[in-house]
């Protein structure tokens, strides 16, 4: 057997202590990328949970506008189908002004019925939404038509609204027909 000296011994020692201590600092830095590498996973994680969130917050907003916009489009749409019906129906409650007026003048008995039928009528339009415009003073081209001009020497009257050729009619906010006016000049 070989002895070993004290020299020897003193050098494996700082081997084993240089070992040890590589060792030591593998297992430190091992952990510490460990540590990185969680840390850097679970930083992925909330990135995708965040990404995750953002997409499901737009595609929820994205319905609720669809939900909204076709509702909307199918209240139009039933107001456009009423719309039609109310513009082949107006030319009839012209009529029966007419006949109203006509009776009213000749003061025939036989109008009671007329009247009674033409009440009916206007109240139908109303229930579904239709009224008769209200034709101020003042010409409106958003809500009347000009069918012709009249000169007129009171300067008061320039631009306003003279006579009432044919009433114009509103379903809901929407102008169904427009009021055909004589406008002074």
Known sequence: MEKTTNTEKSEEKPR???????STSAAEAA??????????????????????????LRL????ENYRRRTSREKL????????????????????????????????????????????????VLEQHGVKAMEVGDVFNPDLHEAISQL??????????IIEVVEKGYM??????????VVVGA
Do not use: C, M, T, W
């Open 151 to 160: 000169s007129v020497s009171d300067q008061g009257l320039k631009g306003k």
């Open 76 to 123: 139009e749409l039933i107001q456009g189908a009423n719309e039609s019906l109310i513009r082949a129906l107006l030319p009839v409650l012209d009529d029966f002004d007419r006949a109203e007026k006509a009776f009213r003048e000749a003061n025939h008995k036989e109008a009671e019925g007329l009247l009674l039928i033409h009440n009916k009528y206007k109240k």
């Open 31 to 56: 952990a510490v990328i460990e540590k990185q590498a969680g840390q850097d996973l679970f930083k992925k994680i909330q990135d995708e949970l965040a990404e995750a969130k953002d997409k499901y």
């Open 171 to 180: 379903l809901g906010d929407k102008v169904v027909r427009f009021a055909k």
């Open 16 to 22: 084993e202590s240089q070992v040890e201590s590589a």
């Open 60 to 63: 929820y907003a994205e319905f």
